[in-house]
């Protein structure tokens, strides 16, 4: 489970084929300080990346990775796992974290597209209006 507030970016660096090739083993760089967080960041741990709950199966000193299924990069934003591409990172939940955001738990259940971005009225921020594919 997740809050959904952004605590670090990280950047995809690596993206290679596994097995038949559906699926991907990616290479996320991340701030030192942010893998160090909580006691560190074990193989194991949840990771949500720009939404999408993913499981790490290695650690580096800046860098972690997982492996995707080609079911969640199926209902994931197209383009998202491309090397280059930064990415929202926020580590997940635990018992007695505060809750200052919403709870989500970063199962992806489908792609949207964005038909509408428009300000609200002299706001910092836009309202945006999308359609689920």
Known sequence: MFTGIITALGEVRDASPLGDGRDMRLTLGAPR??????????????????????????????????????????????????????INLERSLRVGDELGGHIVSG?????????????????AGALVEFRCA
């Open 33 to 86: 300080e942010f893998l160090a967080a909580h006691g560190g960041t074990a193989v194991g741990a949840s990771i949500a990346c720009s939404g999408c709950c993913l499981t790490v199966t290695g650690v580096g000193e800046d860098f972690f990775t997982v492996d995707v299924s080609a079911e969640s990069i199926g209902r994931t934003a197209p383009g998202i796992w491309a090397p280059g591409v930064r």
């Open 107 to 123: 199962h992806v259940d489908g792609v949207g597209r964005v038909v509408a971005v428009r300000r609200d009225h002299g706001s």
